[in-house]
């Protein structure tokens, strides 16, 4: 189901309360722990803030966010817009700072070496996930930013009554944090591999591509004229 959504961005909230549990049945939050844990599912913003937007700290619930499977993570983002950061507030900035100096960090290693406290490094990291410019290991870490702190603890011990495994929902939990890397889209034979990678997954996700289909998807994409002009073999139907 995600190879088949992949790179379609909805509200941060929608994936776990909407998406996927109407499409897979008896839907487990567990499924995407392990998938994301294992590395093979990532979360992440691929669409940029609009412009003149100010600096982005609302609710990360209504942030467009996708999953993409980590093998296409780089076609993906090499078709994204890139992004400016410089409207980051100072605890967002010096966490972006961190990051890109020491790398993937988990939660703890961020609080013990910025000094900031719990709080205050879990708005920024959620400021830093507006923005697109970070992500978790696990899909732990957007859900924790979803739900209030004082509910995370009751939604975790609900969950395991209703369900053989446990949802996480804390940020210690989340794995490492990182920034995104974001491969910057190659000429010729590169970006002919991104463009008809997005082809096929909307074939998938939609069985016939049309002009009026792709208002559903991101700005961003290649025209789908010139996109399926990649993959169609000379001569055949189109």
Same mark, same amino acid.
Request: hydrophobic share 45%; net charge positive.
């Given at each position: 189901?995600?190879?088949q959504l992949e ?7 929608a ?9 897979i049945?008896?839907y487990?939050?567990a499924?995407?722990d ?16 609009g412009?003149g ?5 609302g609710?990360v ?17 090499s ?13 967002a900035?010096e966490?972006? !700072?961190?990051l890109?100096?020491? @790398?993937?960090? =988990?939660?703890?290693?961020?609080v013990?070496?910025?000094?900031? %406290? #719990?709080a ?13 410019l970070?992500?978790?290991d ?16 009751a939604?975790g011990?609900s969950?395991?009554?209703r ?14 944090w ?5 491969h910057?889209?190659?000429?010729d034979h590169?970006?002919?591999d991104s ?5 096929? !997954?909307?074939?998938?996700?939609? @069985?016939?591509? =049309?002009?009026?289909?792709?208002e559903r998807e991101?700005?961003? %994409? #290649? ?7 990649r ?5 055949s139907?189109?």
């Amino acid at each position: 189901m995600i190879s088949q959504l992949e790179g379609f961005e909805v509200p941060a909230t929608a994936w776990e309360t909407e998406i996927l549990p109407a499409r897979i049945g008896g839907y487990d939050p567990a499924w995407l722990d392990e998938l994301s844990f294992a590395g093979r599912v990532v979360w992440l913003r691929l669409s940029a803030p609009g412009a003149g937007v100010e600096r982005v700290c609302g609710p990360v619930r209504t942030t467009p966010i996708a999953l993409v499977t980590r093998r296409n993570l780089a076609r993906w983002t090499s078709l994204s817009p890139t992004r400016e950061a410089s409207a980051l507030s100072a605890r967002a900035a010096e966490i972006a !700072t961190f990051l890109g100096q020491h @790398g993937a960090s =988990f939660f703890d290693e961020i609080v013990g070496a910025t000094g900031l %406290l #719990p709080a205050q490094i879990e708005e920024a990291l959620a400021e830093l996930t507006a923005y697109g410019l970070i992500n978790a290991d696990g899909f732990v870490g957007l859900r924790a930013l979803l739900v209030p702190s004082n509910r995370r603890r009751a939604a975790g011990t609900s969950s395991q009554k209703r369900r053989r495994r446990t949802a996480l929902f804390g940020f210690e939990d989340a794995g490492r944090w990182a920034l995104v890397r974001r491969h910057a889209g190659p000429a010729d034979h590169g970006q002919d591999d991104s463009i008809e990678q997005v082809v096929r !997954t909307l074939l998938k996700r939609y @069985g016939v591509v =049309f002009w009026r289909l792709m208002e559903r998807e991101a700005i961003w %994409l #290649p025209p789908v004229a010139a996109a399926t002009a990649r993959i169609t073999p000379p001569g055949s139907a189109r």
